[in-house]
């Protein structure tokens, strides 16, 4: 079956409680990189999360290394058996988190959004530009040794062909 189901947390005040909200899309994977299996992860794998920074970089530059297992409030069990209770999940059926982040924003973002709400919460107004036609994103999380888990994503923006 293809398709992502992911949870995308609301930052929030802190005393607001969580909520899960299940989105499911049809994406073209052909292109992706390599799946990882937790037994692949070793030690990184603990209570159905994975604990290792996800490196994302902006045209080259450092744009954020945040814990993926921490302030995770919904481990992968909890996102599998949600989604299942209102859809099958068949062989193949790809269960992402959504949006890595953390509370200690010294890690960076993974998500334009979530820098620029730091950045309004903190400054009053968002630094941080939207991309532009030309611009690359890359993303990877390595193990302890070193090596990449998944394979790099790396995506360029550009202007779509008019018809």
Same mark, same amino acid.
């Not at 990189?33 to 992860?41: K, Y």
């Not at 794998?45 to 604990?51: F, L």
């Not at 960076?108 to 030309?134: I, N, W």
């Given at each position: 079956?293809? %398709? &992502?189901?992911?949870?995308?947390?609301?930052?929030?005040? !802190?005393?607001?409680?969580?909520?899960?909200?299940?989105?499911?899309?049809?994406?073209?994977? +052909?292109?992706?990189?390599?799946?990882? #299996?937790?037994?692949?992860?070793?030690?990184?794998?603990?209570?159905?999360?994975?604990?290792?920074?996800?490196?994302?970089?902006?045209?080259?530059?450092? =744009?954020? @290394?945040?814990?993926?297992?921490?302030?995770?409030?919904?481990? =992968?069990?909890?996102l599998v058996a949600h989604a299942a209770r209102t859809?099958?999940?068949?062989?193949?059926?790809?269960? %992402?988190?959504? #949006?890595?982040?953390?509370?200690? #924003?010294?890690?960076?973002?993974? &998500?334009? @959004?979530e820098q620029r709400t730091v950045e309004t919460l903190?400054?009053?107004? !968002?630094? #941080? !530009?939207?991309?532009?036609f030309g611009d690359v994103v890359r993303i990877e999380?390595?193990?302890?040794?070193?090596?990449?888990?998944? %394979?790099?994503?790396? +995506?360029?923006?550009? +202007?779509?062909?008019?018809?």
């Amino acid at each position: 079956m293809p %398709g &992502c189901f992911h949870s995308r947390p609301m930052r929030q005040a !802190p005393s607001a409680r969580q909520h899960l909200v299940l989105d499911q899309a049809d994406y073209d994977l +052909q292109d992706r990189a390599a799946d990882a #299996t937790p037994d692949e992860l070793g030690d990184a794998w603990q209570d159905s999360k994975v604990h290792l920074p996800l490196v994302t970089h902006v045209n080259g530059a450092w =744009f954020g @290394a945040p814990e993926a297992g921490v302030d995770m409030h919904f481990n =992968f069990a909890q996102l599998v058996a949600h989604a299942a209770r209102t859809r099958p999940l068949g062989a193949g059926a790809i269960v %992402g988190s959504g #949006t890595i982040a953390n509370e200690d #924003t010294s890690k960076g973002a993974s &998500c334009f @959004a979530e820098q620029r709400t730091v950045e309004t919460l903190r400054d009053g107004k !968002p630094s #941080t !530009p939207f991309m532009s036609f030309g611009d690359v994103v890359r993303i990877e999380m390595f193990d302890a040794a070193g090596e990449s888990i998944f %394979g790099a994503i790396e +995506q360029r923006i550009e +202007q779509a062909a008019r018809p």
